[in-house]
Structure formats: C-alpha cells, structure tokens
C-alpha cells in the first residue's frame, strides 16, 4: 500500500520568502511522485513530477522538488515565493495497477506582502 | 480549448434524488478517472477506465455507477444523494500506463455537488 504525509496543512510565507513544503511518503515499490496545484474553485494543475533518473525535478513557476529516497521524501520548494502561489499544493504517488493517485492530505500557503 | 471538461460546474440538489456528472477529454488518452474531494480538500480516487474497460473501483458504495461510452467520455452517475456525498468530484484523463510510466493525470475544473 502506498501513502502520503504532507507535514503542516497551512504554511505562511512572506512575498520573496523560501517556500518549503514537505512531503513524505511510503511505498514498497520505487515510487512515481507528483506535485499539483489547486488554486481556489479550480482543478488539479501538475507543477512536475519524478519517475526517473536524475532526482533533482524542476518544475513551473519556478517549483522544484527532490527526490530523497533514503529520507522517503519529495519536498517542495521555491526560492521567492510571488502572491500568484497562494494555493493549496497536493503531494502524490503512484505506482500501482491502473495508475491511480494517492495523495497527501494538501497544505495551503498563504502569502504575505 | 479545454483538455478536460465537466459539466455542471454546480449541483445543488435534494437528498434522495439522482443526478448525473458528465466528464469529456479531448488529448486523445485511453484512461480517465473519478476523484472526489471532501470537505477537508482530501482527494481519494473512485473509479478508473481504460478504453472503456473498469480497471479501478475503489470502496465506493454502488449507488455511485461510472459509464465510459467511449474512451473520450466518463460519466458518474449517483442515485439516492445522501447529504455525505456533498463533495467535489474530478474527472482526470491520461494515457495508459502501458504507454509509459508515471503518465500524468490532467484533471478538469471539478463538478461541486452539494445535498439538501
């Protein structure tokens, strides 16, 4: 079975701050890994994806993550966080029969001016 | 135009009634998906078709029926609403895992059904 934590349902970021998010999860098969945005009354938007090879991802909007397989981790982060990235942001996996997401429980970022 | 399409964008309906969910994609994919997302914003999957064929049904109670008449198309049809079923529901497309691994799900805009 796989699962997803993300740690910290709402984080608060000045404008040009560091965004962190963190994901943690758990899989007994190498893991595909996902991050989506939601923006308010909207649908699911892939910001970038591991599958493969290099760990380092970058993503859009100026997103990466990082694949840390000995931490079981695929955290988030942006360098200068913009008032556009105020969102609900949703960590995932896959790797199973028919391809389904198992997603993180979202965390909300707030961006201040 | 848009990739993934749900209509109505909003339900408002009495419980008991049924009521149906349509979801059309147009980026050529095989597979496409149900996900619902509760009132906390967790999102947990439904259903999943390939070429029209059920290939995921997660433990959803069977008043909950999906219908794919072709591989572009998913439908969700929901008899006897229940006030517990006040959610947002997404439609997702992708290719087939057969086609390659970790395909991305491209999701539509989300149908909000609320019951009374």
């Known amino acids: 079975a796989q699962s997803v934590t993300q740690l910290g349902s709402h984080v608060s970021v000045s404008e040009g701050a560091l965004v962190l998010l963190r994901c943690n999860y758990s899989s007994s098969v190498p893991p595909y890994l996902f991050w989506y945005v939601q923006y308010p009354n909207q649908g699911l938007q892939l910001l970038l994806k591991y599958t493969t090879g290099a760990t380092l991802v970058k993503g859009i909007n100026g997103f990466e993550a990082e694949f840390k397989k000995s931490e079981t981790s695929f955290h988030l982060t942006k360098p200068s966080a913009h008032m556009s990235d105020a969102a609900e942001y949703f960590c995932a996996v896959s790797r199973t029969a028919g391809n389904k997401l198992t997603f993180g429980g979202g965390t909300r970022v707030l961006v201040k001016p | 135009d848009t990739a993934v399409s749900q209509t109505p964008k909003y339900l408002v309906t009495q419980m008991g009634n049924d009521k149906s969910i349509k979801c059309e994609q147009n980026l050529g994919h095989d597979t496409m998906y149900w996900y619902k997302q509760d009132s906390k914003k967790f999102l947990k999957i439904m259903f999943s078709?390939?070429?029209?064929?059920?290939?995921i049904n997660e433990t959803v109670p069977n008043r909950f029926s999906p219908k794919s008449p072709d591989k572009a198309h998913l439908n969700l049809h929901i008899n006897s609403l229940e006030l517990g079923d006040s959610a947002v529901y997404f439609c997702a497309s992708s290719h087939s895992r057969l086609r390659g691994l970790g395909e991305t799900q491209y999701f539509g805009p989300g149908t909000r059904l609320l019951v009374l």
């Open positions: 078709y390939n070429n029209k064929e059920l290939i």
